[in-house]
């Protein structure tokens, strides 16, 4: 590449896919090849894999099925999907070449930036299609939960745009303490509810409890659910881990293919922040099928926070994928649905578990690399970048930048002019507590001991004859 | 024009103009036709025409120059400029489709949108000119202020790229309630400092007779200049009113302009908000050039606030640029340096007066009409344009949208099929407060009475032989 490659590169709103790529089809016919099957979601009190029938009381029916699809490879997108999505999509594909500057690598770095919207984040892609799937089936709203609330910002966007009704179950901590978050989804037209509240039997029971909790994310999802089950026109919707989330989010990755593509470039090393796991899950997807397909692909890595290690340190279990015990079982990789990092933890993707997908891939192979990263080096490396090359990162996607950037600067050790994607996945203009503890030097790492550890292992259900 | 149309028509990054338009050159010309010259900057003591001479100590040389030149159209963007404008420019020219469709109107509404990068809004265009030619200049250091925080952001952005260290002095009222615009600028390297202070002189007498100040702009512009004036090595910057800064910021218009006429569209009617003046200026640089030139061009509208009415309700006259009256002085539509809006406008665009250039250009009847919107009205238009086009507009910004608004229900009571662009400056992303006031109807309209604005008027200069 010469210096003549754009900063930015816009597809044109006709790129924008009409399909997204459901990367389960192509593991499903590589783990046929490799002799063996991919665990099933499991019913919390049969053990046996859960139905449609099973789920549709709580999910749209549609997304229910787009949750169990493990055969078509290409899942339509629908119009009207499409027509929301050419508000802010396709994102730009960014070469970082100011950074590249002040790094002074011989790398070639990219970076997919998904905060030009409202919400800030790559939340809105799969917001929108649920929003979407829930209007064609006639309900009248939705309910979910958000802790930070970028998801709960998505949502609300997305409802605002199909005019269904949202409640958000927002934990009291957060509803206290960051005002902004929750007034951008009353100005969309949702009803925010501190958790746990008295709107539902789970949170009464918990204020009857402790009046003065700060609430949590799993209470939050409980009382979500049970407001959407206790509704006949009302559903529930959830922003990451679940494979259909990392469906919609393919939309990502294979915008960045085509760009990439088109540049004549091919990522030697691709990087994604994981929390839940939906916006790695979505950058690598299309390059994942190459790799799955036995095609030359990337050197794939997962950025994940040392205060929530739950690839590099987690087991490969069934695990419940709330703290509250409710929900379906997942295998994947899980610090125990009773693991909570440190308090100070401010860096996002607090998740105990990690998405399925990702989970299956990484322990066949597939996903090469997990590596992680501790608070202060990660916004360390965010201001780098914020410096350089003007966005000022979400903490999540700076754990993305900060992996980037080392494997830039292992390229200048070593002269290789390596490409690599990494995902920004949002914008930081939320998070600036977090970023005024960095500038104050007051920010601290957590990483959780091997006690720690084991306190959350101990959560993770004992199933005789399934793990 | 059919639905063929991109939502987002984004020009390819070497298409960014390389030169600004001096629209001043353009009136000058026009002017000599009629017969009469327009009033020059007046030193404050001489009561002369001000000579750079006069000005460098304060501001960069360069753009003292800028200030002062009508004569030359074209004035070259340096290659520096250009390169980081590629990290967000060129802006998306938007197709408000979705908001034309929630209106039923068969106007076709265009935006052009400056709020995809870290500052939030235009501000950075000016701000990274100004940083380079002090840069350029073998300047240390620049000071500002700033109130609610956009043009501090947007300066911290620049200086944090060419290495230029910053002081920017914020009103005390905005540091201490507006914490997350001060944590941008500390991450992005400046040094803010609550004004008064006790670094300076002005600063350290306004503490000793009040030591409970909160603060006013007018104090701050008067410790950033003071701090400037007594540092070889340091100058201060200005991101509003000032012709240099409507110079820059007719990057806007230029590139709009290019990228209507790709699409084959001609706007029938412009609008911006104007408080200072320097997005409406920018905006409508080459379609004014179109006006002055007696080509077709659009109808022009500025919108303001109904609470700090400068183009509707004052008068054209020689008024400080300041509160502080230490400034040159400037004929301009202005409520008197010593108006305040009410402390209930939430609104921004608070300037008592407004850019000489549109001030002029709306007294010769070339800028068409000057509406005031009452903040209510434009918290209305700005939430229906959030839940239809997706984008939280600024505050400001919403001013435009207000009146864009009613010009296309107009299109659709007389069935005309007018083409409207209008400026959406910014995000709202650090104006929830305001938002949240609209949302819970505690907002309130602050029309000044006659009273209030007699008082205003009562502080322009009598200046003997002059006005």
């Not at 780098?384 to 979400?394: H, I, K, M, N, Q």
């Amino acid at each position: 590449m010469s210096k003549q490659t754009p900063y930015k590169t816009y597809l044109e709103e006709n790129e924008i896919p009409t399909a997204y790529y459901n990367v389960r089809a192509t593991m499903a016919e590589a783990a046929s090849r490799l002799g063996h099957d991919h665990a099933p979601i499991l019913h919390p009190g049969t053990l046996q894999p859960v139905t449609v029938a099973d789920m549709e009381p709580i999910f749209c029916t549609e997304l229910v099925k787009q949750e169990l699809n493990n055969s078509d490879a290409r899942i339509d997108i629908p119009g009207k999907v499409i027509d929301f999505y050419r508000m802010y999509r396709p994102s730009p594909l960014i070469r970082a070449s100011f950074l590249e500057q002040a790094l002074d690598t011989p790398a070639r770095i990219y970076y997919k930036y998904e905060g030009n919207n409202t919400s800030g984040s790559h939340k809105l892609n799969s917001a929108i299609a649920q929003a979407y799937y829930a209007k064609e089936q006639g309900l009248g709203g939705l309910t979910t939960e958000t802790g930070a609330g970028q998801w709960g910002t998505a949502m609300s966007m997305a409802c605002a745009y199909f005019g269904l009704d949202l409640k958000v179950f927002m934990v009291k901590v957060s509803y206290e303490q960051k005002p902004y978050r929750k007034i951008v989804m009353q100005t969309y037209g949702a009803e925010v509810i501190a958790s746990p509240s008295d709107t539902t039997e789970v949170g009464h029971r918990m204020l009857a409890a402790d009046p003065t909790t700060s609430g949590s994310l799993g209470c939050a999802i409980s009382e979500a659910v049970e407001k959407a089950v206790t509704s006949e026109s009302t559903r529930y919707v959830l922003g990451s881990v679940l494979n259909q989330v990392l469906l919609h989010q393919s939309i990502i990755g294979l915008e960045a293919k085509t760009a990439m593509d088109k540049l004549g470039e091919s990522p030697d090393i691709l990087i994604g922040c994981a929390g839940g796991g939906s916006n790695l899950g979505g950058l690598m997807a299309p390059y994942m099928g190459d790799r799955l397909a036995g095609r030359p692909a990337p050197y794939f890595i997962a950025a994940e926070p040392a205060s929530c290690p739950s690839l590099t340190r987690g087991r490969f279990a069934y695990d419940f994928c709330d703290v509250g015990q409710v929900t379906p079982l997942a295998k994947m990789y899980t610090l125990g649905n009773g693991f909570i990092p440190s308090a100070n933890h401010a860096g996002g993707l607090r998740y105990h578990g990690m998405s399925p997908i990702l989970s299956q891939l990484y322990h066949d192979g597939f996903l090469d690399e997990a590596r992680a990263v501790e608070q202060s080096d990660v916004f360390e490396a965010a201001v780098r970048f914020a410096r350089s090359e003007g966005t000022l990162p979400a903490p999540e996607s700076a754990h993305a930048v900060k992996v980037a950037i080392d494997e830039a600067l292992k390229c200048k050790e070593s002269d290789e002019a390596k490409v690599i994607l990494f995902g920004l996945t949002g914008n930081g203009y939320f998070d600036l507590a977090a970023y005024q503890q960095y500038n104050e030097g007051t920010m601290r790492d957590n990483i959780p001991s091997d006690t720690d550890l084991e306190r959350g292992f101990a959560t993770i259900p004992q199933l005789e004859g399934i793990q």
